[in-house]
């Protein structure tokens, strides 16, 4: 039997670890007809120096129902993603899910943009209120609770979907863009989130002091698992990857509360500010300041089909500079909204 000291280097573990990710120690010593001790320390070694990584499973799992410790080549690449854990890390890491992504998109209604300017605040809304309403019933109820956000695009400058749902009626609908390195610095700035009544909309004066990591940007994955019957085979997308190690996703329900969506919704590309906090208070709804750097960096884009004078509505009531894009759809579209006296999506306060 052979020694750790005969295979001191680790490349025979590494390459071993390529070919077969997730095994145990005692798969690797049975591999390899060594001390389950001597393969150990091996493994300890390569994990000390960032070579490979431990995932922890529970006890009688399908892949080695005497062992709760597996082992990876480590990488951090979407595919290679093992646990509910490492999925809520890797979308929770704005910095680098964001790399591809200059700027952050909000649609809304210049109505709701004008607001945020003028109040310097951005509200963050109760989960329940939200239009998927399937994301809210395959999450958890008492996590729930505990959430508040505010939705945005990454990646694409524009989406015809993200005007035709958020920014309705198209006659005054606006596209609010923040550089996504404003928006962490506004994240990593805000302190404390202000308790929103929903029946004036406005600040109660009741706040509610966040911890470290409470408040972030986080990006929202996509599944068909939430729906297959039979289940199939599970697969679990971001942007252009896709992850097929993580499956019965209601086993995770509480652990994916809040970063897993229905592939129906993938168009959306969505990036969240979400407040995860312990709401003690039972606030309802909740809202964030925007500080003047925040607006200074807004780009705001009327809708491809924004009737008036956009700038002239725009100044007459903000009554400071803001800088202002045209929409890549002008003059190209052909659409009438059937929604242009809704009263209800007037009254919405989405930020």
């Given at each position: 039997?052979?020694?750790?000291?005969?295979?001191?280097?680790?490349?025979?573990?590494?390459?071993?670890?390529?070919?077969?990710?997730?095994?145990?120690?005692?798969k690797?010593?049975?591999?390899?007809?060594?001390?389950?001790?001597?393969?150990?320390?091996?493994?300890?070694?390569?994990?000390?120096?960032?070579?490979?990584?431990?995932?922890?499973?529970?006890?009688?799992?399908?892949?080695?129902?005497?062992?709760?410790?597996?082992?990876?080549?480590?990488?951090?690449?979407?595919?290679?993603?093992?646990?509910?854990?490492?999925?809520?890390?890797?979308?929770?890491?704005?910095?680098?899910?964001?790399e591809?992504?200059?700027?952050?998109?909000?649609?809304?209604s210049?109505?709701n943009?004008?607001?945020?300017?003028?109040?310097?605040?951005?509200?963050?809304?109760?989960p329940?209120?939200?239009?998927?309403?399937?994301?809210?019933?395959?999450?958890?109820?008492?996590?729930?609770?505990?959430?508040?956000?505010?939705?945005?695009?990454?990646?694409?400058?524009?989406?015809?979907?993200?005007?035709s749902?958020?920014?309705?009626?198209?006659?005054?609908?606006?596209?609010?863009?923040?550089?996504?390195?404003?928006?962490?610095?506004?994240?990593?700035?805000?302190?404390?989130?202000?308790?929103?009544?929903?029946?004036?909309?406005?600040?109660?004066?009741?706040?509610?002091?966040?911890?470290?990591?409470?408040?972030?940007?986080?990006?929202?994955?996509y599944?068909?698992?939430?729906?297959?019957?039979?289940?199939?085979?599970?697969?679990?997308?971001?942007?252009?990857?896709?992850?097929?190690?993580?499956?019965?996703?209601?086993?995770?329900?509480?652990?994916?509360?809040?970063?897993?969506?229905?592939?129906?919704?993938?168009?959306?590309?969505?990036?969240?500010?979400?407040?995860?906090?312990?709401?003690?208070?039972?606030?309802?709804?909740?809202?964030?300041?925007?500080?003047?750097?925040?607006?200074?960096?807004?780009?705001?884009?009327?809708?491809?089909?924004?009737?008036?004078?956009?700038?002239?509505?725009?100044?007459?009531?903000?009554?400071?500079?803001?800088?202002?894009?045209?929409?890549?759809?002008?003059?190209?579209?052909?659409?009438?909204?059937?929604?242009?006296?809704?009263?209800?999506?007037?009254?919405?306060?989405?930020?």
């Open positions: 039997m052979e020694t750790v000291g005969q295979k001191s280097d680790g490349k025979w573990l590494i390459d071993f670890l390529r070919e077969n990710p997730m095994s145990s120690c005692h690797i010593a049975e591999n390899f007809n060594m001390e389950e001790e001597a393969v150990r320390l091996a493994l300890e070694k390569l994990k000390l120096h960032g070579k490979i990584r431990e995932v922890t499973l529970p006890l009688g799992n399908d892949l080695d129902p005497y062992s709760k410790l597996f082992y990876s080549v480590w990488s951090n690449a979407f595919r290679d993603l093992r646990t509910p854990d490492e999925l809520v890390a890797y979308l929770s890491d704005a910095s680098r899910r964001l591809n992504s200059e700027y952050i998109y909000h649609y809304t210049l109505e943009a004008i607001k945020i300017m003028k109040g310097s605040l951005w509200h963050l809304a109760d329940k209120d939200m239009n998927d309403q399937l994301e809210y019933k395959n999450g958890d109820r008492a996590k729930w609770k505990n959430i508040f956000f505010a939705s945005f695009m990454a990646e694409d400058k524009e989406s015809i979907g993200m005007w749902m958020y920014a309705q009626p198209w006659e005054s609908g606006v596209k609010i863009a923040i550089p996504s390195k404003t928006a962490r610095e506004w994240i990593a700035k805000t302190p404390i989130v202000y308790e929103i009544s929903t029946q004036t909309f406005q600040k109660t004066g009741r706040t509610a002091r966040l911890g470290e990591g409470e408040l972030k940007l986080s990006a929202v994955a599944t068909n698992g939430f729906e297959m019957t039979p289940p199939g085979k599970f697969k679990i997308m971001w942007s252009n990857q896709t992850n097929e190690h993580i499956s019965n996703l209601r086993q995770y329900q509480r652990e994916l509360t809040g970063y897993m969506k229905d592939q129906a919704w993938a168009y959306e590309k969505e990036i969240r500010i979400m407040a995860d906090f312990p709401n003690l208070n039972g606030f309802q709804r909740v809202g964030i300041d925007v500080p003047d750097f925040v607006i200074n960096a807004m780009i705001l884009t009327p809708s491809p089909l924004f009737e008036g004078d956009f700038y002239e509505k725009l100044h007459q009531t903000v009554q400071r500079e803001v800088q202002i894009d045209r929409s890549l759809f002008s003059g190209r579209l052909n659409v009438k909204s059937i929604c242009q006296n809704c009263t209800w999506k007037r009254r919405q306060t989405i930020g």
